[in-house]
């Protein structure tokens, strides 16, 4: 399958002649559809990428603050230290959450745009149905 742009900026993709079969084939077809809608949100796919694996780095790294916590300053009865880490701590999970939000906003913002693109494709495509090809399909 190609991607490619008509005259009134609509996506068109074609089929290419030949195949693997019929799984093969819709797998092909998917990732086809896939590349050619989703080219205009590469940006927003990139930021909610950079936002997750930031978002996953700080969830990894609580446990080895929550570690810090108890060999350094739990252990050797030290409060600054337990108020530096436990600060640490604090400013890592805001990340998170923040990272956490910025990823659910770029995903909707990604998806609610590539679902209405493939939509408005697919009903250029149904509009220009014959009249038999609208009979065979039905409502």
């Excluded at 195949?19 to 896939?34: F, I, N």
């Excluded at 990428?49 to 780095?57: D, E, H, Y």
Aim: net charge positive; with cysteine.
């Amino acid at each position: 399958m190609h991607c490619s742009r008509t005259t009134d900026g609509a996506h068109r993709t074609t089929r290419d002649q030949g195949g693997a079969g019929p799984v093969c084939d819709s797998y092909q077809m998917l990732l086809a559809l896939l590349r050619c809608y989703i080219r205009p949100y590469r940006r927003w796919v990139a930021a909610l990428l950079t936002v997750q694996a930031i978002s996953s780095l700080a969830a990894l790294t609580l446990p080895t603050i929550n570690a810090a916590i108890i060999d350094d300053g739990i252990a050797a009865g030290d409060t600054a230290v337990i108020v530096k880490f436990g600060a640490a701590m604090l400013a890592v999970a805001g990340l998170q959450v923040a990272c956490a939000v910025a990823a659910v906003y770029f995903s909707a913002r990604t998806s609610t745009g590539f679902g209405r693109d493939l939509r408005g494709a697919v009903f250029d495509h149904v509009i220009g149905f014959s009249a038999t090809e609208t009979v065979r399909f039905g409502a």
